[in-house]
């Protein structure tokens, strides 16, 4: 724990001291929590979206909604799902089999057959592993919304399902300033969905689950935990992943302060 200054499943605090004389948008939130990766910080390109294009390569014939089944996929599997779990007590994640095993597992959820996907999925593992190399960025919009937040006094906090603390990483992109708290899940042993992470950093912040707001990307991990711990789930879903979500959606990160007036 580190305190700072300042759908469809597919298949296969305390306020800043100095802020805390400011009116929220929204009085019944008085907080609003964020998801980290995919949320505030995005991988460019996604990983996803480079092992589609390569896949095309190996001649594997995929359109846009094969592309967006398996970007569901994987939000579902990374969400703490029971095939993940499975694979975990199978491979250590950091062997070279889990990572070709969950190639595997994303060929067919793009459209592969069981066979193409036991053949590709080595070369693709491979690939990613040789040539994967993103750039880590926090959009104009999220410091401007942050900010804006801050500067309205509410308690912000990063809740993410990492193994471990984030707080250099968050200082090197320069965002720490905006949080008074956060978890990962790995330092608690509880994980998105399950309701215990969220609940743990309102009891540290001493914030009722119901005057908590939830931004995430993942709505398997954001919205259906959150929901289930008390707090308001918010949908960061900028490229229309779920569009069948029932809660609140942004579009683009900018529009969750006037979101927050009428929550």
Known sequence: MTVIPRPNVPAGTSFNPELSSLKPLNPMIQAVFFDLDGTLRHNLPSGGEVLADYTLQLGLDIGQEDRLRAIRWEHYYWASSMELKADRQTYSEANLEFWQNYCRRQLVALGASNGQAEEFAPKVSKYMEDTYRPQSIVPQDVF???SQLQEAGYCMAIISNREKPYQEEIESLGIAQYFSYTLAGG????????????????????????????????????????RRAGLQPVLYDPHGIFPQADCPVLSTFDQLPSLLKNI
């Open 187 to 226: 330092e608690v042993d509880a994980w998105k969905p399950e309701p215990e992470i969220f609940l743990h950093v309102c009891k540290r912040l001493n914030i009722t689950p119901s005057q908590a707001t939830y931004v995430g990307d993942n709505y398997f991990a954001d919205v259906v935990g959150s």
């Open 144 to 146: 401007q919304t942050l």
